[in-house]
């Protein structure tokens, strides 16, 4: 039990800074500013899905999440694009 807490903090230590750290400002801030406030919170099937959506091209999440008017994605990515327009109000 012990090594599966311990692996989930290193998970989350490690989404933490790959969401902080994507090369562009404006997403360093967006999934940064989302991953304090929300990942300590999360699941482990959360987590996943939230490794999956930071493993997404950056030009991709820039687009849905920065584009006025643009399609939000079918599934996972859909839905932390929708997660992460809510949590900043875009």
Known sequence: MVDAINDL????KRAMYRA??????ELDILLGRFAEAELAAMSE?????????????????????LTPGAETPQGLAGEFVERLKRFHDL
């Not at 903090?9 to 989350?12: N, Q």
């Not at 902080?20 to 400002?25: D, E, L």
């Open 9 to 12: 903090e290193t998970r989350r």
């Open 20 to 25: 902080g750290h994507r090369g562009t400002k």
């Open 45 to 65: 099937p959360d987590l996943a899905a939230f490794e999956e959506f930071l493993a997404l091209p950056d030009p991709d999440i820039n687009h849905w999440l």
